[in-house]
């Protein structure tokens, strides 16, 4: 298999039939074996039937249906799990993403780039509930992750497999995984994609993701920066907490022998005992999480590092 398309689907009947027309148009280029898999994330207004119906007609079409509405991250990620292909698109059901860019991603693979992100340049959302906070948060995520991209929030884009098959996605994080890629020291172009006014359906969202987009970012970057070695942050912190307490409590004493006078009247005497106690939690804190990655780590055989080729080398043994 060659390319999987993978498609999110919540209550998108309408579009649907227009949906498969054009990717069979857009796919129609692509010589290379292809599926498309629509995960369908629990609809309830009839998308089922139809996505069955286009599935069962052409074995190149697969589907994979929720039982409840887990979110669009959730199917995606269930899309990214079923695909085979060595090159993996996301992109939208409800055509705002132009299925006719396909091959324009591809090519970008292809001049050996590991991600080609989409980039709705033109986008056809309102201004001020859309683009103003989505323009804000791209700026923020970029900041936070380190890799500057116009536009996190575009589904649209191509992945290598491989890039995409060691990342877990929770909550809104789909949209960080061109983030994710890079730190594993992928290849990323923006390329900028058609982006079309919504015709057909509603949108599932508002203003509200933006802020699990910011929590999110929180987690990703610590993940990130700390997955393998949390006690680097969290001790930190607590070592300086305890620092500081030392230094105070220190001080309070000297104060006390130097002037005399009663010491809990002294706000160094406070502090010494809310940094010790903080650091000493803030450091423990820190050793159980380091538990913890050892459990995530090393029961699932993972490593803390990323291969991307080996020569002459069989892959190592995952566990004894
Ligand atoms: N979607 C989904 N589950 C959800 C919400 C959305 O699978 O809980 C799908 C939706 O059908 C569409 C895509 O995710 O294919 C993007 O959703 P939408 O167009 O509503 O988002 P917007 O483009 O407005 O950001
Ligand atoms: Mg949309």
Redesign the pocket.
């Known amino acids: 298999m060659f390319l999987s398309v993978v498609?999110?689907?919540?209550?998108?009947k309408d579009n649907i039939p227009l949906l498969h027309q054009k990717l069979l148009e857009a796919l129609a280029v692509v010589t290379k074996p292809w599926e498309v898999i629509f995960?369908n994330?629990g609809s309830r207004d009839g998308s089922e039937d139809l996505l069955k119906a286009i599935c069962t007609a052409d074995p190149r079409f697969r589907l994979i249906t929720f039982r409840r509405?887990?979110?669009?991250t959730a199917?995606m990620e269930a899309g990214f799990r079923h695909a085979s292909g060595e090159v993996v698109v996301p992109m939208?059901?409800?055509l705002?993403n132009d299925p006719s860019d396909i091959p324009m991603l591809l090519g970008v693979l292809d001049e050996g780039f590991d991600v080609a992100k989409g980039w709705r340049k033109h986008r056809q959302?309102k201004a001020l509930s859309?683009k103003l906070p989505s323009r804000i948060a791209n700026a923020i995520i970029s900041r936070v992750t380190g890799v500057q991209l116009h536009d996190y929030?575009c589904?649209l884009s191509a992945y290598r497999r491989e890039i995409i098959s060691e990342i877990r996605l929770y909550g809104e994080m789909h949209r960080f995984i061109p983030a994710y890629a890079a730190w594993a020291g992928g290849r990323i172009k923006e390329v900028p994609v058609q982006h079309h006014p919504?015709t057909l359906?509603?949108?599932?969202?508002g203003l509200s993701r933006t802020f699990r987009v910011i929590l999110d970012l929180m987690t990703v970057r610590f993940l990130v920066a700390y997955s393998s070695k949390p006690n680097y942050l969290f001790g930190k912190w607590g070592l300086l907490a305890l620092g500081g307490g030392t230094l105070s409590f220190l001080w309070a004493i000297a104060k006390k022998l130097i002037w005399g006078g009663p010491m809990f009247t002294d706000p160094f005497f406070y502090a010494a005992i809310f940094l010790g106690l903080a650091g000493l939690q803030i450091l423990l804190i820190g050793l159980l999480a380091e538990l913890n990655v050892r459990t995530y780590y090393e029961s699932r055989g993972r490593t803390p590092y990323v291969i991307r080729e080996r020569l002459g080398l069989p892959p190592a043994p995952e566990k004894d």
Do not use: L, S, V
Request: glycine share 12%; proline share 4%; net charge negative.
């Open positions: 498609i999110p689907i919540y209550n998108e995960a994330d509405n887990f979110g669009q199917a939208d059901a409800d705002q959302d859309r929030g589904t919504r359906g509603k949108t599932k969202y």
